[in-house]
């Protein structure tokens, strides 16, 4: 039986261990430990599955609780997959602020996994990388 708590404070090494298992780690600076602590720890909205004393899941999201929901991370473990553990942790992320639309970017490997669940595809979102600059707009030649 699948345990979903939202008030667990989780080690380093309890987050590694899942993202690793769930190949979210190949995208998460997981080998970085303050910047991989600091991204546990700034997230205001986490949800976590249990398989009794085993991390399975976790919904890793910051919120406004009013407006916007950005679900930085959706990770299961590839043994606990198609169980319906993914659903469950977004629709209780989704439950912690229901005014919010709940925003997400998918990793390729879950395109198509997305629109199943009920999500809409918006063409519009935009990415700034970390070392890339705010251009400047250059002024409007004078007439």
Same mark, same amino acid.
């Given at each position: 039986?699948? $345990?979903?708590?939202? %008030?667990?404070? @989780?080690?380093?090494?309890?987050? /590694?261990? +899942?993202?690793?298992? &769930? ?23 986490? $949800?976590?599955?249990? %398989?009794?004393? @085993?991390?399975?899941?976790?919904? /890793?999201? +910051?919120?406004?609780? &009013? ?77």
């Amino acid at each position: 039986m699948i $345990v979903y708590r939202n %008030d667990v404070a @989780l080690t380093l090494e309890q987050a /590694r261990d +899942l993202y690793r298992a &769930s190949t979210l780690a190949e995208r998460r600076p997981v080998d970085d430990d303050a910047r991989f602590a600091a991204m546990l720890a700034n997230a205001n909205l986490t $949800v976590t599955a249990w %398989d009794e004393e @085993l991390l399975v899941g976790i919904s /890793r999201a +910051l919120s406004d609780f &009013s407006y916007a929901t950005y679900l930085s991370d959706l990770a299961v473990r590839l043994s606990h997959q198609r169980r319906g553990i993914g659903q469950e942790l977004m629709r209780r992320t989704q439950s912690a602020a229901p005014q919010a639309t709940l925003i997400l970017l998918a990793a390729p490997a879950a395109e198509r996994y997305y629109p199943h669940v009920g999500f809409t595809h918006h063409p519009q979102a935009w990415l700034l990388r970390p070392g890339e600059a705010i251009a400047c707009a250059l002024e409007e030649p004078k007439r």
